[in-house]
Each structure stands twice: as structure tokens, then as C-alpha cells.
């Protein structure tokens, strides 16, 4: 089955205390995006990547990192959370540049005490 | 900047009642429009799109219309279910290829029986 993976689908950690979130697709895409869904606010981007070893800032980028070392994962790092991180967040993937249809994992829901 | 804007929610309706959620545009450009679907515990779904101007998006019984004229992009159904109930996200993307949507902040839609 088609699909984006993302785990832990709950967390809830203190503030300071790294932690990453992890977004696997079986599809082969290209490209991957990370976003958080805050409530009044919809979803924003975090970081995208293009291909391996290519990702680029998105709206909110602040205190996130990502990595794209293969294809079919693109993990979100926070180094340093803080209380304000505190969100529902989701990881997406297209498969390439001609396409406008985005695929959307279940959502990590993460809170920062 | 490029924003979309949806009716505030959240909307109540009893089964087999019209429904209309409004979205409005703004961006520089040519956006490709989308409506996006969330039920309870999950990811967003793409429930329709439209590419250019005067194009019409359906699905599931949903429709939406390009409008350029009035920069919107309104969802409708002549006759909701109980299984309509869920948050329902107006995005756009500014030009094909480009990885980022940007999203309204969501409408959530609940159907009595």
C-alpha cells in the first residue's frame, strides 16, 4: 500500500530534550515537505527537500533541522524544543516536479512541557 | 504576500442540507487551487483541484470553481452525509513544480443525522 509513515504519532517530551520525528514513503517521490498545523493558522512549512542530500528552509524553519540522506525518509530534528513547538505535525511527498497532487503521513502529535 | 482566507468555522448542518465553504485568494501569479480533506485521527487528503481559471474541481459529490475574476475558490455539495464531518483546508500553489502550498486555517464541518 501507497503510503507516508510517520512515527511517533504521539509524543510528549520537556523543554530542551532532542527529539526527532521520523517520515518514510514507499513511493519512490522526490520530493518531501514537513509542516505544522496549528489551530487559526492551517498549515505552514517547515523544511522541504527536493531530492537526496537537498532540502531548503520553508515559512517557519526556526528551531528545526532535517536531513535527507535517502530517498524514502526525511526525519525532523529539534535540537532544542521549546514549549512553543508544541503542535500536530505532518510530513508530505510528491512525486516530482509535474505533479500538484501532495501525499500526507497521519500527523505526530507533539507537546513540549 | 500570497494568503488564502476561509469562512470562519466552525459550520453545523443536518443531512442532506447544501453546503458552501467560501475561500478567497490572494497570490502573485497563477495559482493551481486545491480543497483538502481532514477526518478525525488523520492525515489531509487531497479532495479536488483546479489549474487555471474557470476550470472546475469535483469529487465525492464536492465541486469548486476557478474564479479569477473574484480570486476564489468555493467548496459546495448539494447534499452532505454524516461522513462529511471534518476539517476541510482551501490551499493554493503558486507555480507547477513548486513544493509549498499555502493553506487557509481550516473549516471545520460537522453533519447531524
Known amino acids: 500500500e501507497a503510503q507516508v509513515t510517520q512515527n511517533p504519532r504521539y509524543l510528549i517530551t520537556v523543554t530542551g530534550k532532542k527529539l526527532t520525528v521520523t517520515c518514510s514513503q514507499n513511493?519512490?517521490?522526490?520530493?518531501m515537505s514537513w509542516y505544522r498545523q496549528d489551530p487559526g493558522l492551517g498549515l505552514r512549512q517547515i523544511y522541504y527537500s527536493m531530492n537526496v542530500e537537498v532540502t531548503d528552509k520553508g515559512d517557519v524553519p526556526e528551531g528545526y533541522k532535517v536531513s535527507r540522506k535517502e530517498k524514502r525518509n526525511f526525519p525532523l530534528i529539534l535540537e532544542s524544543p521549546s514549549p512553543n513547538q508544541t503542535s500536530l505535525y505532518f510530513c508530505?511527498?510528491?512525486?516530482?516536479?509535474?505533479?500538484?497532487?501532495?501525499?500526507f503521513g497521519p500527523g505526530t502529535r507533539l507537546t513540549v512541557l | 504576500g500570497n494568503s488564502v482566507t476561509q469562512m470562519e468555522g466552525p459550520v453545523t448542518l443536518s443531512e442532506e442540507a447544501f453546503l458552501t465553504i467560501n475561500c478567497t485568494y490572494t497570490a502573485t501569479g497563477y495559482p493551481s487551487l486545491f480543497w483538502y480533506v481532514q477526518y478525525p485521527g488523520e492525515g489531509l487528503q487531497l479532495l479536488l483541484k483546479?489549474?487555471?481559471?474557470?476550470d472546475k474541481g469535483s469529487n465525492k459529490g464536492f465541486e469548486a470553481t476557478y474564479r479569477k475574476e473574484t480570486t476564489s475558490f468555493h467548496l459546495e455539495k448539494g447534499s452532505v452525509q454524516v461522513s462529511d464531518s471534518a476539517v476541510y483546508f482551501c490551499a493554493l500553489r503558486l507555480i507547477q513544480g513548486a513544493q509549498k502550498l499555502v493553506f487557509g486555517q481550516g473549516t471545520r464541518l460537522t453533519i447531524n443525522p
Open positions: 508530505a511527498s510528491n512525486p516530482g516536479q509535474l505533479t500538484d497532487t501532495q501525499y
Open positions: 483546479a489549474t487555471k481559471a474557470d
Open positions: 513511493m519512490n517521490h522526490e520530493y
